[in-house]
Nanobody
Framework: QVQLVESGGGLVQAGGSLTLSCAAS????????LGWYRQAPGNPRELVAV???????TYADSVKGRFTISRDNAKNTMYLQMKSLKPEDTAVYYC?????????WGKGTLVTVSS
C-alpha cells in the first residue's frame, strides 16, 4: 500500500515558478515508477511527467524545458519544479505511483496561473 500527499500548489503569476512535492508512505516507493498528472476543468487527466525507478524521465511536450521531475528515495518524496508558468498550466496536479501492477494516487494540489 502506498499513500501519497501532494503539497506546494497555489496562485502564481504567469512567468513565475512553483515546486510541488509528493510525500509517500510505504516501502515500495524506491522501486515504483512515479509521475505527475494534471486535470484542468472540463478536461481529462493528462500526463505531465514520469520518472522511473532508475531516474529516467519523460515529459509532455507542453512542459518540456519548463518542468523538471525528480525523486529522493531517501526521503520518499518526489518533486516537480515548474518554471515559466503559463495560464494554461492551471490545473489540479496529482501525484502517481505505479507499483506491482497497481496505480496509487494522491488527492491533488491546485495550481492557478494568472495572466
Amino acid at each position: 500500500q502506498v499513500q501519497l500527499v501532494e503539497s506546494g500548489g497555489g496562485l502564481v503569476q504567469a512567468g513565475g515558478s512553483l515546486t510541488l512535492s509528493c510525500a509517500a508512505s510505504g516501502s515500495t516507493f524506491s522501486t515504483s515508477r512515479l509521475g505527475w498528472y494534471r486535470q484542468a476543468p472540463g478536461n481529462p487527466r493528462e500526463l505531465v511527467a514520469v520518472i522511473s525507478r532508475f531516474g529516467t524521465t519523460t515529459y509532455a511536450d507542453s512542459v518540456k524545458g519548463r518542468f523538471t521531475i525528480s525523486r529522493d528515495n531517501a526521503k520518499n518524496t518526489m518533486y516537480l519544479q515548474m518554471k515559466s508558468l503559463k495560464p494554461e498550466d492551471t490545473a489540479v496536479y496529482y501525484c502517481n505511483a505505479y507499483s506491482h501492477g497497481v496505480d496509487y494516487w494522491g488527492k491533488g494540489t491546485l495550481v492557478t496561473v494568472s495572466s
